[in-house]
């Protein structure tokens, strides 16, 4: 097929501008070379004119941005919203993960995970996908908010650090995407899903109820974390990786506005961010979707053998199968009760952050499972209530 001559002027200056970066767990990397079938999935950002007046601002004071397609047919008035998801970003280097995950807030800024100047294009795939191959919610509108806080959107520090000149901002961030959809049209919306993975799932139990209270009764808006219930498990030795970064990041982005009073009057800011306490109060329909074994987690929590391991479908000890199965006890006992407004699937699939890349795969290794999509949508459209716990004792490769 004829490449037209505009498309062609796309791919040279995408191939020029683009550069191949860290894989962070929800970031849909551009692939090279870039060819014109791509073109149709690629989404630009938008910058939100006028955020840094309101003090919303990336780390390194430049302002936020998010990537926008619009609906069609009748979905034009369906929105999915996605927080994007990156770690986090501390005071320091001394828990940095090698993909750069978790890293020092000073090196981040540079990067598009701290400055909006740095942000590329981005391909809609997975649930905010482009075509029915990814996603049923392809006709939507769909949104992607660009992750540049390092703090789960969650922080708000009145002034920017002394000495790094940095800016911990990500819950104004968060407010002014919202003002700016909501003027947009999202505020006439009929059915509107707001979703995270990672860190940003982390940052939808932030901001859940913060976000359905904006609409009007008879608005079905629901609330999707995937791969978002951290833990600092029980063992205080393999505890140590999560407490200290957690630590870390309530100390530094200073969430404590963010976090439910309810919690907040009972525990420190610490606790509260945590997601097996934070979960706890979140009022509005939520779904949480997570491995019993996810793999970022396994490896940050356990040691480094096990996760190879796994990975590599090698054997496993019984002492590291005993650790594997309390840490899925752990999760299971983190989960919000079931409810009318609660769902969850736990699978023993081992991976992060599915909802970033394809939610049409099984829920379960089974091979008669339904697709991971299928079951958040039934729940969506009160077809019937999803508590399910994959069965299987053992890590699943994806």
């Known amino acids: 097929m004829a490449v037209s001559p505009r498309s062609n002027d796309w791919i040279c200056l995408l191939i020029f501008s683009l550069v191949i970066s860290v894989q962070y767990a929800n970031v849909n990397p551009i692939p090279t070379p870039i060819t014109e079938d791509y073109l149709d999935f690629i989404i630009p950002k938008t910058i939100i004119q006028g955020a840094d007046e309101k003090g919303a601002v990336c780390l390194d004071g430049s302002p936020p941005a998010y990537h926008f397609s619009s609906g069609k047919g009748e979905d034009a008035s369906n929105w999915l919203i996605y927080l994007q998801g990156g770690g ?62 390092g703090g ?157 391991a796994i990975k590599n479908g090698s054997s496993i000890s019984p002492s590291d199968m005993a650790l594997l199965q309390d840490f899925k006890k752990q999760i299971i006992s983190a989960l919000p009760k079931p409810s009318a407004t609660k769902g969850f699937i736990v699978t023993s699939n081992f991976g992060h952050s599915f909802a970033s890349n394809n939610y049409k795969k099984p829920m379960f290794a089974d091979s008669k499972s339904k697709s991971i999509e299928s079951g958040f949508y039934n729940w969506f459209f009160d077809k019937h209530p999803i508590n399910l716990i994959d069965p299987n004792t053992v890590p699943i490769m994806f």
């Open 88 to 149: 986090w970003c501390m005071s320091n280097d001394a828990y940095s993960t090698l993909d750069l995950s978790v890293e020092n807030c000073s090196s981040r800024m540079g990067r598009e995970l701290g400055s909006s100047f740095n942000m590329k294009p981005l391909i809609f795939k997975g649930i905010f996908g482009m075509n029915e191959n990814y996603t049923t919610f392809y006709k939507w509108n769909r949104v992607v908010v660009r992750y540049c806080d």
């Open 152 to 308: 789960s959107f969650a922080g708000d520090v009145e002034k920017p650090d002394p000495v790094t000149k940095l800016y911990y901002r990500g819950a104004r961030i968060f407010q002014v995407v919202v003002d700016e959809l909501m003027a947009k049209g999202m505020k006439d919306a009929k059915n509107v899903i707001f979703v995270g993975g990672s860190a940003g799932g982390l940052g939808v139990f932030v901001h859940c109820d913060r976000f359905t209270s904006r609409f009007p009764k008879g608005v079905r808006v629901k609330c999707l974390s995937d791969s978002s219930l951290f833990l600092i498990v029980k063992d205080p030795e393999h505890a140590k990786y999560f407490k200290a970064v957690f630590s870390d990041v309530v100390a530094l982005h200073q969430p404590n506005k963010s976090l439910p009073v309810e919690c907040t009057s009972k525990m420190s800011p610490f606790e509260c961010f945590q997601p097996k306490n934070l979960v706890q109060y979140v009022k509005s329909p939520l779904f949480i979707f997570h491995s019993a074994y996810d793999s970022f987690q396994v490896q940050n929590t356990f040691p480094i053998d096990l996760y190879r």
